[in-house]
């Protein structure tokens, strides 16, 4: 199934796989920044920028939905 899913979201965004991978790897790595900085190193922040309608907000709600945590208290459009 996650397979499945993965090659939806490669075909709405098709052209932009690799900001789609992007996203996908900084979403997923971003809850465990807090172990690298104890380390002394950190991960640096992911900024999407750019026109509208190019789909950061859908990328947004993409990896906030990988952790189960897309609710009223995340508003990021």
């Known amino acids: 199934m996650a397979v499945r899913l993965l090659e939806v979201f490669?075909?709405?965004f098709s052209g932009s796989e690799d900001k789609l991978a992007t996203c996908?790897?900084?979403?997923?790595l971003t809850p465990f920044s807090f172990i690298k900085k104890q380390v002394g190193d950190f991960l640096p922040w992911l900024v999407m920028d750019g026109v509208a309608g190019t789909g950061k907000?859908?990328?947004g709600y993409i990896i906030l939905l990988s952790w189960n945590d897309l609710d009223e208290k995340n508003d990021i459009g």
């Not at 996908?24 to 997923?28: A, H, N, V």
């Open 57 to 59: 907000t859908i990328l």
């Open 10 to 12: 490669v075909g709405y």
């Open 24 to 28: 996908l790897k900084w979403g997923w």
